[in-house]
Structure formats: C-alpha cells, structure tokens
T-cell receptor, first 114, second 114 residues
Framework: AQSVTQLDSHVSVSEGTPVLLRCNYS??????LFWYVQHPNKGLQLLLK??????LVKGINGFEAEFKKSETSFHLTKPSAHMSDAAEYFC????????????FGKGTHLIIQP | NAGVTQTPKFQVLKTGQSMTLQCAQD?????MSWYRQDPGMGLRLIHY???????DQGEVPNGYNVSRSTTEDFPLRLLSAAPSQTSVYFC?????????????FGPGTRLTVT
C-alpha cells in the first residue's frame, strides 16, 4: 500500500522568514516524490521531484526538499518566504498504490503575512 | 506548445443535464487523467488513460465516462449531473513513465450543478 500525509493543512509565516511544509509517505516500493504548487484559480505546477538521485532536491523559486528514507519524509523548505509564495502545495508519491500508481496529499495552504 | 487545454473554463448545469468537459494536449503524452478538486479533499482521480483506446477507473468514477480515441484528446462526460458533482475539474498529462516524469495540468473547469 502507498500513502502520503501532509502534516499541516495550513501554515502561516511572515514574509522573509523560513518556510517548512511537511510531508510523510509510506510505500512498499522505492518511490518517486514530487511537490506541486497551485496558485489561486490556477492549475498545478511542478516545484521539484525526487527520483532516487541526490537526496537534496532543488526546485524552482528557491524551494528545496530533502528525501529522508529513514524518516519516510520529504519536507519542502524555503529560506525566505515571499508574498508570491502564497498558494496551495501538494506532495505526491508515485511508484505503486493508488488507482494509477500516484497518490496525492490533501494539500497545505501557505499563508504569507506581510 | 499550448500544453494542456481545457474547455469550458466555467459551466453551470441543472440537475439531470449532461455535458462533456474537453481536454487536449499537444505534447504527445501517452498518459492522461482527470481529477476533481474539492475543499479539504485534495485532488481525487476520476479516470485515467495510458494510451489511445485504453481507459481505467480512478478513485471516484461514478457518474462520469471517458474515452480516448486519439493521443491528444481525453474528454470527460457527465451523464446526468448532480449537485455532488459541483467541483473544479483538472485534466493532466504525462509521458508514458508517469512515475518519474512530471504531470502537466490544465487550467481547470469550474462546474456548478444547481
């Protein structure tokens, strides 16, 4: 079986402070992991992905994530939040489970306070 | 490339009406899928297709039909609309190996059933 849990439904940070969005997964396989971002009234866009190469993955707009197999985590971070980062973020695990092998987290809404 | 296009952007239906949501991609992707997005539920897979002539059910297929006669198009049909189908619908496509490559999402169709 395969599952993904985004540990916070909402995260609020001040502009200029670090961002941490948490994602834990379970998988019977060696999974690929993705983070997508959805800005208001838009479709989803890939931020970054892990596919068994380097465990620290850099994405667009200054985001990065670290794959920790021992902790089954793939947390998303950014050193300094910008107002434009306000969006919904989805963690996705692939490689087994789910009807088509892809399992989406329920999303984390990131709020940036001025 | 236009990427993934969806029409219409907005639609209001009365209970019992039928309609087709259109989805097209120009990236020659084998894999296409339909999701619905509801508050607090994340994205839920409705149907997917791994190539022309091949479709399969996702997590929430009831009340929806799909067909895939060409690589480019993957329409979603609502047979008899119900208020529970009020949602935002996203179409996505990916290369054949969707476990390793990103999905490209359309801009969405916002459907209201009264």
């Amino acid at each position: 079986a395969q599952s993904v849990t985004q540990l916070d439904s909402h995260v609020s940070v001040s502009e200029g402070t670090p961002v941490l969005l948490r994602c834990n997964y379970s998988s019977s396989y060696s999974p690929s992991l993705f983070w997508y971002v959805q800005h208001p009234n838009k479709g989803l866009q890939l931020l970054l992905k892990y596919t068994s190469a380097a465990t620290l993955v850099k994405g667009i707009n200054g985001f990065e994530a670290e794959f920790k197999k021992s902790e089954t985590s793939f947390h998303l971070t950014k050193p300094s939040a910008h107002m434009s980062d306000a969006a919904e973020y989805f963690c996705v695990v692939s490689g087994g489970g789910g009807a088509d092998g892809l399992t989406f987290g329920k999303g984390t809404h990131l709020i940036i306070q001025p | 490339n236009a990427g993934v296009t969806q029409t219409p952007k907005f639609q209001v239906l009365k209970t019992g009406q039928s309609m087709t949501l259109q989805c097209a991609q120009d990236m020659n992707h084998e894999y296409m899928s339909w999701y619905r997005q509801d508050p607090g539920m994340g994205l839920r897979l409705i149907h997917y297709s791994v190539g022309a002539g091949i479709t399969d059910q996702g997590e929430v297929p009831n009340g929806y039909n799909v067909s895939r006669s060409t690589t480019e198009d993957f329409p979603l049909r609502l047979l008899s609309a119900a208020p529970s189908q009020t949602s935002v619908y996203f179409c996505a496509s990916s290369s054949a190996n969707r476990f390793y490559y990103e999905q490209y999402f359309g801009p969405g169709t916002r459907l209201t059933v009264t």
